[in-house]
């Protein structure tokens, strides 16, 4: 079937840069799968190009690439055993700069395409959701004035006494034992333990406005989460006849993830994998001279 007009030339792009990544194989695998390979990527990439958006065609690559840095260095393993093994070593290790570009394009694509695999369909997605209040002080006079007010609502907030009839109220236990992949629910310490690490509370610059966030794979129960929670405190508040509480913003699902940086990840991924690449290739390299200059002094 050909493919659709408006995307051909993107479609032939592709086919070009996968017929040269396919160099990366030992030329005897090129020679006997080659064609193969590459007739299967067209068809494969076609069919993700006619059914997926462009988020579902960064996956097919991410996923032609890991597939490609696995198999690229078990055969160039596979390759080097037979070579070694049928004692014909000189013509490998005799190519320098072959053997170099072979070595660090084969590692990095395993590297990169090993991270990039974890980061963008292994990790999980992490939404936050945030709720914000006022905090009225205007009635306090100044004798009863404490300047250590926020960081003391910060603890509140984040205290046994709100983030435990946090629980309580919304059947926290039963829900957090599942995120851990368990059936029991959570003791009640371990239920505040968790939810904890889940929970930040800010500042907002400049102002006497407190940030309540929620981190959860689950965007609308982080957003119910932070809600309940401001609630709890707000009611906690009122019987201790503190300050009075407002709700700015009430927690909204978070539309994106924020954990994990993919952009970030990538770079970082791509760093990584160049730096080792680059110190096996050089290894394999000073191997090869120093092979040589023994094979020169016999």
């Not at 690559?61 to 160039?76: M, N, Q």
């Not at 395993?110 to 292994?122: I, K, M, N, S």
Request: proline content about 4%; aromatic content about 8%; overall charge positive.
């Amino acid at each position: 079937m050909q493919p659709p007009r408006s995307g051909g030339k993107q479609i032939m792009a592709s086919e070009r840069v996968y017929r040269r990544l396919l160099a990366l194989y030992p030329k005897r695998f090129r020679r006997e799968y080659g064609e193969s390979m590459a007739q299967l990527f067209r068809d494969q990439h076609n069919a993700a190009f006619r059914n997926t958006n462009a988020a579902g065609r960064l996956t097919f690559w991410l996923r032609v690439i890991a597939d490609l840095g696995l198999t690229v260095s078990s055969e160039h393993v596979t390759e080097l055993k037979n070579i070694m093994s049928e004692t014909l070593a000189k013509p490998f290790w005799g190519k320098r700069a072959s053997s170099f570009t072979k070595v660090f394009f084969a590692i990095f694509v395993l590297l990169f395409g090993v991270l990039a695999f974890q980061l963008l369909l292994r990790l999980p997605r992490v939404y936050s959701s945030m709720a914000r209040v006022a905090v009225d002080l205007s009635e306090r006079s100044p004798a009863t004035f404490d300047p250590y007010f926020i960081q003391t609502a910060f603890a509140r907030i984040t205290s046994r006494s709100v983030l435990g009839k946090v629980i309580e109220e919304m059947n926290l236990r039963h829900w957090l034992a599942q995120q851990r992949g368990s059936v029991t629910p959570l003791k009640v310490e371990e239920a505040y333990e968790k939810l904890r690490t889940m929970v930040e509370v800010r500042q907002t610059r400049s102002t006497s406005l407190l940030e309540v966030r929620v981190f959860s794979e689950n965007a609308t129960v982080a957003a119910e989460i932070a809600n309940k929670i401001v609630d709890v405190y707000r009611r906690q508040n009122e019987v201790a006849k503190g300050p009075k509480i407002d709700v700015v913003d009430a927690a909204e699902p978070g539309l994106r993830p924020v954990r994990p940086n993919v952009a970030l990840g990538l770079v970082l991924g791509c760093v990584i994998s160049v730096s080792i690449a680059a110190m096996a290739a050089l290894l394999v390299r000073r191997i090869s001279s120093s092979r040589k200059a023994e094979r020169g002094a016999v």
